[in-house]
């Protein structure tokens, strides 16, 4: 992890799950922690969410790079995970959505978080959206 995440997990844990400076300030950000594709070793990653029935969906964006993360491809081999969101941590499961059901999650995604919307048109590809599921506790 780099400093500009370490300050930023810092940050956001300090305020209850909210981050208060920064580039990122205001917005709503989660602690992904999966299981490499291949290594199965963890891996952690910082990602914006929206929030659909209780569920918490993300976008594979890579801020519209035109490479598809590695953490989405984490999540097709090990889609058990653990969230760090909202001031708690629980586990949950990855689905990652197609079709009509992807359409709707990524434009209800782009409806609250509206500077998505430029995403596509950079990155010249379909961004994989993920439904995180949590377990019940």
Do not use: C
């Not at 976008?59 to 653990?82: D, F, I, K």
């Not at 941590?89 to 999650?105: C, P, S």
């Not at 596509?120 to 994989?128: E, G, L």
């Amino acid at each position: 992890m780099n400093d500009f995440e370490s300050a930023l997990i810092s940050d956001w844990r300090a305020h209850g799950g909210r981050v208060t400076s920064g580039p990122l300030a205001g917005h709503p950000l989660l602690l992904l922690t999966s299981s490499g594709a291949k290594s199965g070793e963890e891996r952690r990653a910082i990602l914006t969410f929206s929030r659909d029935q209780g569920d918490y969906i993300v976008a594979g964006t890579a801020g519209g790079s035109p490479t598809t993360p590695a953490w989405v491809y984490n999540l097709r081999e090990h889609p058990e995970v653990e969230i760090e969101a909202e001031d708690r941590t629980f586990e949950a499961t990855a689905r990652i959505v197609e079709g009509e059901e992807r359409d709707q999650l990524w434009n209800q995604h782009v409806a609250r978080l509206p500077h998505f919307a430029e995403y596509p048109a950079k990155a010249r590809r379909v961004i994989p959206i993920i439904r995180l599921t949590p377990k019940a506790a």
